[in-house]
Structure formats: structure tokens, C-alpha cells
């Protein structure tokens, strides 16, 4: 990590735990855990069985194509609210628009002819201020579906992509962590213990930052 990336994570995180970037998260004590969903093509063919015609979609990533950034801005939507970012560094760009059965056919489009990194790195969706699923790293990572949704809505959803689910229980940012990461990066003369560091640290690190 080059002086710049490294003062750059620092603001951010300092910036986080002040409460910069909070919103709202999947709020059911569990939910479901969809996994093996590696084609984003299937994926947003049968996002319309699982979504409310009125939710919003959220995207944030760091390398957003002008071409995706102007499809999102043309559907942007009127009555977004904050969502919990997932990326603290790099800054990502964050787009909030409205969901439809057009949307998702125009975004199975896009992704058959961009790789997913020029869509977004991570996506989100909620109605109301009710967040519904988050994919971080998406199409790499597990797809979190709150229990709003009906286990036999989910259910059909994952057979279609022929992914797997299951229930498991909630985990929330823990800001704890990130000082723990600040610390770190503003500590670098005071090496982390072996066993410390390959139980939060790089694992933390991979999630928060696109680096």
C-alpha cells in the first residue's frame, strides 16, 4: 500500500466510525444465504420474481463505466435514502434507481457485453427504507435476502439459478473492528499478532476496500 492509499483509508475509516457512510442494512435478526450465484445474467433475468416492482436498486464500485453511471442517472430514484456503504476505500461511486421489470432486462444486457466490475462492485435493494438483499462482491460473495421476503419466494428464486440457500443469522458493522483497523494503519511500527491478524484484519480489509 503506497503513503497515499494508506492516508486515504485512514480518513475514511476515521470518517466511518464518526458515522459517515451509515444507512440503513438488512434489520431481521436472520436471513437467508443464497450461495453459488456466479452468472449476473440469470441472476437480474429473475431479480423481478424476488423484488416489490417499487424497490430501488443501490450500486457503489470504483470502476463504474461512464455508460452504466449515465443508465443509472436515467433511472435515478426520486425518493432514495441512505444505505450502510460497503466500500471504504477507494471512495466508490454510489448510485441509487428505481427497479423494474425494463431495468433488470437492460442490466442482464449490460452485464452479457461488461464485465461485472464496470457494472458495480457491490449491489443492494430496499423499498421504503427497508433493505431487502445486499450482494457484496457480487457474483463472487453470498447473496444476503432479508427474511421480509418469503422462504418460498427465495426458495424458487436460488432453483432458478440453480444456487443453494440457507438460513443464517444476521452480522452487523461492528465499529469496534474498523478502530481496530485504523489503529493498525496509524500503528504501523506495531505489528499486529499472527493470529489477530488472520482472524479480522485481512479479512476486514478485503471486505472494506477495493485496494
Known amino acids: 500500500m503506497s ?17 459517515r457512510g451509515d444507512g440503513i ?39 463504474i463505466t461512464p455508460k452504466m453511471a449515465a443508465f443509472y442517472s436515467a433511472h435515478r430514484a426520486p425518493n432514495a435514502v441512505a444505505v450502510a456503504r460497503d466500500t471504504i476505500a477507494p471512495v466508490p461511486d454510489i448510485h441509487h434507481f428505481q427497479f423494474s421489470a ?4 437492460r442490466l442482464r444486457e449490460f452485464a452479457g457485453r461488461h464485465p461485472v466490475a464496470e457494472l458495480f462492485d457491490h449491489v443492494k435493494a430496499y423499498r421504503g ?6 450482494f457484496h462482491d457480487a457474483f463472487d460473495g453470498t447473496l444476503r435476502i432479508s427474511e421480509r421476503i ?13 444456487g443453494s440457500y440457507q438460513r443464517e443469522q444476521t452480522g452487523w458493522r461492528d ?8 489503529w493498525s ?22 471486505r472494506l476496500t477495493r485496494v
Open 129 to 134: 427504507e427497508t433493505l431487502l438483499l445486499s
Open 25 to 63: 442494512d438488512l434489520d431481521t435478526p436472520f436471513h437467508w444465504a443464497v450461495a453459488g450465484l456466479k452468472q449476473p445474467g440469470p441472476f437480474f433475468q429473475h431479480l423481478p420474481s424476488l423484488l416489490p416492482p417499487d424497490s430501488i436498486l443501490y450500486v457503489e464500485g470504483t470502476r
Open 150 to 162: 418469503a422462504a418460498e419466494t427465495v426458495a424458487q428464486f436460488s432453483q432458478a439459478l440453480g
Open 175 to 182: 465499529p469496534g473492528l474498523l478502530r481496530k483497523v485504523l
Open 102 to 105: 425494463v431495468v433488470a432486462s
Open 185 to 206: 494503519l496509524e500503528h504501523p511500527d506495531q505489528p499486529v499478532a499472527p493470529s489477530e491478524e488472520k482472524s479480522w484484519l485481512r479479512r476486514l480489509w478485503k
Open 3 to 19: 503513503a497515499t492509499d494508506r492516508e486515504e483509508m485512514i480518513e475514511q475509516l476515521r470518517a466511518m466510525i464518526a458515522g
